[in-house]
């Protein structure tokens, strides 16, 4: 089994940055299909990024909230998965989440992956 930690959530003022990391053991990362999710109090559980297709030559999406403000990438020589998100807003308040399958089916839903971290807070003031 593959474990997922993530870390990099804080405290943030409205227009700033804060850069996330997902830390993977037990597995290459790269063996997986890598995407952030996001999940606010007395709200669903939510897609915020995925990379999509293979290791090489994949491709990138994001939530409509998001995009043009936070980026997905990758480091195999860490075994990390990162999102750096900049311009944060306050409704982007919500614990972050980072998830691996191995289903190349894998979509936008939290219910296509398999594997979890424990969560990273996020809070973003006005």
């Known amino acids: 089994q593959v474990q997922l930690a993530e870390s990099g959530g804080g405290l943030a003022q409205a227009g700033g940055s804060l850069r996330l990391s997902c830390a993977g053991s037990g597995q290459r990362i790269s063996n997986f299909y890598m995407g952030w999710f996001r999940q606010a109090p007395g709200k669903e559980r939510e897609f915020v990024a995925r990379?999509?297709?293979?290791?090489?030559?994949?491709?990138?999406e994001y939530a409509e909230s998001v995009k043009g403000r936070f980026t997905i990438s990758r480091v195999a020589a860490k075994n990390t998965l990162y999102l750096q998100m900049n311009s944060l807003q306050p409704e982007d308040t919500a614990v972050y989440y980072c998830?691996?399958?191995?289903?190349?089916?894998?979509?936008?839903?939290?219910?296509?992956?398999?594997?979890w971290g424990q969560g990273t807070q996020v809070t973003v003031s006005s």
């Open positions: 990379i999509t297709g293979s290791w090489d030559g994949g491709s990138t």
């Open positions: 998830a691996a399958t191995r289903s190349a089916f894998a979509t936008t839903a939290a219910t296509t992956y398999a594997y």
